[in-house]
Each structure stands twice: as structure tokens, then as C-alpha cells.
């Protein structure tokens, strides 16, 4: 297991007692000297895959001595309620025979289980429990794969593999009365915190630049080492005038032709294990890129959910928007709201996000899902959030930017049903038409 997810890291440990063994592939980021996980204290053992944005404010407010500039040995002395961090993470945590796993609220890091026999399996990706397990197709997965591209199955697509729990958020934040110019000048505080936490300490880093306001925000906020962008021979793919609006320090532009795909679409399929999202052998060649350069990307996904980015598409029959491909299906959601499959579909952007910068031995921080930053955006009236608005008139952005029109991420060379297909048949070995 610990080699099929070799990648994820630059150093590696096995530790094993009592009955569990933990193979840990580590990625050094805030404290590049520290000691190899698990950190130990008072018996509990801790391994964390991930970053802990608020672990210098948790030191300082429970005045916790470290002897490390690393937020997994503030995890191991952490008194307080594990909802108080930040960030995003997969925790396990080992103390007299109980085994304690979860990972952040929105489950950016994944953690994978499977029983079998006796036997648990936890691992960060599908393929390390793939290479000593003989998974089983779920068919009713697959159906879900082939119409929505994965976005509503919790689970995946092989039977008895589940997600580990994320920390459950106590509550829906309730709409606060706010005027909106205070609601402004909170909004910048926030985003100004978030900004803070994330920025990387003597490491290169860069920014995945679109013409988007969420990117684009991003690049001018952190002020990254390097942006890297996609354009597309097809003009209405391509958004690089936008991109030349927003762009900031060494700025690294790939051209997607034919040539791009053929060399990409089947090594994508090394990074992706878990069927989420869309094609995104365009992202795997810019992240190859990237990841000769820098060692910590920042995204933006989240921007468009927190801030009713998709409000455009509300007037449409749900099923309309959930059903992705030509694939023919009698599942249906009667039930399920515009804002809960956008929910839906961020999970699903995070794990293909996770697994692409994963293998390239990189991480991606996501300052728009700051906790402090969500929850009171998600109080906000609804009137502020409509299309961005808010995030609009903060954002500082070029108006060409900051006030265009809505673009989506679709890639030439592949419909959303030809990409389902392939990625079926790359990652499973049969195709649609045995379902």
C-alpha cells in the first residue's frame, strides 16, 4: 500500500505496533527539519497528511510550547475541540488500541476504508488499497459515473469502499442582518485572514490562473512565485485575455492542441483512481508543469459555491443540470437542491485536485474554504451573494474581469460521455456498455 502512494511524499516511515501498521509518505511544508510523523504525546500517537492553516493562532491561543515549527506536533498537543482547526487534513490518531481517523469538514484530504475479513485497510488513495485488495465493480456506481460523472455517489464506484468521516460542522450558519457595506468591509478582513494562513513560508509557489475572479484574486492577493494557465487553439475554449489581465510573477502558459492530448489523456490515468468530475488531462499536463517550479499550489475552488457562482443555472430543472452525458439513466434526485450539487460537485473537483498535485508530490492549499471565511460568507442575505456579487465588489479584479460573463471549464477533443467511457475503461478495464 505505502508504494502504490510512494508519490504523495519525499520521505517515508513505516511504524508498526500492536496490530496496526502505518506506511507514512511525508511532504515537509511548514517545518522542512522536522522529525518524521508519528508525533507522540502521552501515549497517543498522530499522523496528519495535510496543513492546519490556523496552528500558529491554536499555539498561541492555548500557549502550547512546540519544539518544532510543525502544526502536526501542535495537532499532538492540541487540548481544545478538533473543530477549532482549520485547513484542510486526514488525521489518525492511535492510543491503547482504539484507532481515532477523520479528515476536515469538507474532506479535501480523502481517507479511504475497506474490511476484508478481519482486516481494515486505510489509505490516502484507492489504488494503495487496489494493490493488495480484490475490489468488486459496483454497478449502480458506475451507472451514477456515466450520467453525473461521479458527483453524487458518497462512495466510489468499487463495493465496500468508504470514505473516512469528515468533522461534522455543528450547524448551517443562520442569515445575519449585516448592511452591505459592512458586509464588505468584513468580507475583506476574512479574505485578508485567509490570504495570511495560506501563504507558503520559503517555499516556491503558484497559482493555477484562469480569467476568472476566484484565480485571478488569488494571484493578485498572494502574490505567487509563478502562475501557470491553459489556453486552446479554439477560441471559445480560450480566456486568455482575461488571463493576461490577471497575471502576476513568472507567468507559464500551455497551448492545448492536439499534440497536448495525445501525450496527456492516458497518463492522467496513473494520478486519477477515484471517477470525479470531468476530463482533466489538462490539468495533469499543467500540474506536470508546475511541479518543475514550485511545491505549493494554490486553488480556488469553493469561490463559486460559497458565492453562488452558478445562480445563472438555478432557473433549471435539477435534472437538467445533474445529468452531465448522453448516458440514459431511471436514477434520479427529486429531492436535491441547486446549492446541494454544487456542494456535490466541489467534492468532487477536490479529489481530482488531491490526486493530480498528489503525484506530483505537491500540495494545493484552498484559501476560499477557510472555515471562519465559509461560514460567514454562508450567513451573508442571499441578495449579496447573487452571481458573485459581493466577491465582485471587493475583488479589485479589472472590470473585464471582475464583471464578465460566467465561462465553464469544458475541454475540447473529448465529450463529457467519451471521457466517462475512456476514464471507465483506463481505470476499471471494461466499459459502459457491460452495465
Known sequence: MGAAVKHRGTRHNITSIDNIHVVFSCLPITDQEAPMQPFVHEGKMFWMNGFISNWKELTSKYKIDLSTNCDTELLSKFPGSYLEL????????????????????????????????????????????????????????????????????????????????????????????????????????????????????????????SGGIDSGYLAKELNPDYCFSMDYQDEKFSEIENIKLNSVGTHITMVCNPDLFDRYIDKTFLALDDLKAGSSWTNFALTEVASKFCTVLYSGAGGDEIFNGYTHRYDKNIQDVIKR???????????????????????????????????????????????????????????????????????????????????????????????????????????????
Open 86 to 209: 482549520n485547513g484542510f487534513f486526514s488525521i489518525v490518531i492511535y492510543y491503547k488500541g482504539t484507532l481515532q481517523v477523520f479528515t476536515d469538514r469538507y474532506g479535501i484530504k480523502q481517507l479511504y476504508q475497506y474490511q476484508e475479513g478481519e482486516t481494515t485497510f486505510i489509505c490516502s488513495e484507492l489504488k494503495g488499497i487496489k494493490s493488495v485488495c480484490d475490489l468488486e465493480i459496483d454497478p449502480v456506481a458506475v451507472d451514477d459515473w456515466l450520467y453525473s460523472l461521479g458527483v453524487m455517489t458518497r462512495d466510489t464506484i468499487y463495493k465496500g469502499i468508504k470514505r473516512v468521516n469528515q468533522l461534522l460542522v455543528a450547524n448551517y450558519p443562520e442569515t445575519i442582518s449585516i448592511s452591505y457595506p459592512e458586509a464588505k468591509s468584513q468580507l475583506k478582513k476574512l479574505l485578508n485572514q485567509s490570504i495570511r494562513r495560506n501563504k507558503v513560508e520559503g517555499l516556491k509557489d503558484g497559482v493555477f490562473l
Open 325 to 435: 452525458t448522453e448516458h440514459k439513466t431511471e436514477r434520479l434526485y427529486p429531492n436535491l437542491t441547486h446549492a446541494e450539487y454544487d456542494y456535490q460537485f466541489l467534492k468532487a473537483i477536490l479529489v481530482v485536485e488531491d490526486r493530480i498535485s498528489g503525484f506530483h508530490t505537491m500540495e494545493t492549499r484552498y484559501p476560499f474554504l477557510d472555515n471562519d471565511l465559509v461560514d460567514f460568507v454562508l450567513s451573508l442575505p442571499a441578495m449579496y451573494k447573487v452571481n458573485k456579487r459581493i466577491l465582485r465588489d471587493v475583488c479589485g479584479l479589472h472590470d473585464q474581469v471582475a464583471n464578465g460573463a460566467k465561462r465553464g471549464f469544458s475541454n475540447p477533443y473529448l465529450t463529457n460521455y467519451e471521457w466517462a467511457q475512456y476514464a471507465l475503461r483506463q481505470l476499471t478495464g471494461v466499459s459502459g456498455a457491460d452495465f
